[in-house]
């Protein structure tokens, strides 16, 4: 089945630098690779997503790259402000499947 | 408002005693899924269905019941509960499948004494 690796654990950073979460995934087959972003006492919340015919996808601050020969994806947040600290999950699927298979979480602190 | 809803939200029970977790969309989507939270180990898929009278197994299924009558509805069964299945536990729904975006509820927070 799917595995996927996420990294680092933990991420703290000054308000306004840039944080990068890495994700790496075992299966070729898998297509579609969502971020969530759980804030405390929450669910996850997708905040990007993105399918393996593109390699990067960009909403505002957020933007995520996508490498398939690597079996790697990256989530990017530039200009990182105190409300973006939260727990990152990043997940791996595969059209019309039903199973999804998360990462471990990044849990990011912004320091103001 | 388009949302999951979960209940109870928070749970203390003792071993052995039969519960279920109800949760419930109004969004009218085919796919519906259950997650188990614990530290460090991010969020693993229990069950998931594809539509009505549609279910699987995740990747940690053992311990679970689930069946999915009605569309909206998707029920987290434990019959026999254990220690180790003291959790935060989501319920999520998508359009589709699992590739589509899934929108996930409040979280059932279990504890099994």
């Known amino acids: 089945g799917e595995n996927v690796e996420q990294h680092p654990s933990t991420l703290s950073v000054q308000e306004g630098d840039s944080a990068v979460i890495k994700c790496t995934y075992s299966?070729?087959?898998?297509?579609?690779f969502p971020w969530y972003k759980q804030e405390l006492g929450k669910g996850p919340q997708l905040i990007i997503d993105?399918?393996?015919?593109?390699g990067e996808k960009k909403d505002q601050r957020i933007a995520v790259t996508l490498n398939k020969t690597a079996k790697h994806f990256s989530l990017h947040i530039t200009e990182t402000q105190p409300e973006d600290s939260a727990v990152y999950f990043c997940?791996?699927?595969?059209?019309?499947?039903?199973?999804?298979?998360f990462g471990d979480g990044t849990t990011l602190t912004v320091k103001p | 408002e388009a949302q999951v809803t979960q209940n109870p939200r928070y749970l203390i029970t003792v071993t052995g005693k039969k519960l279920t977790v109800t949760c419930s969309q109004n969004?009218?989507?085919?796919?519906m899924s259950w997650y188990r939270q614990d530290p460090g180990l991010g969020l693993r898929q229990i069950y998931y269905?594809?539509?009505?009278?549609?279910?699987d197994k995740g990747d940690v299924p053992e311990g679970y019941k689930v069946s999915r009558k009605e569309k909206r509805n998707f029920p987290l069964i434990l019959e026999s509960p254990s220690p180790n299945q003291t959790s935060l536990y989501f319920c999520?729904?998508?359009?589709?499948?699992?590739?589509?975006?899934?929108?996930f509820g409040p979280g059932t927070r279990l504890t099994v004494l």
């Open positions: 299966d070729s087959a898998s297509n579609y």
């Open positions: 969004m009218n989507h085919e796919y």
């Open positions: 269905s594809m539509n009505v009278e549609v279910t």
């Open positions: 997940a791996a699927s595969n059209t019309n499947a039903g199973k999804s298979t």
């Open positions: 999520a729904s998508s359009i589709r499948s699992s590739y589509n975006e899934q929108f």
């Open positions: 993105i399918r393996s015919n593109v």
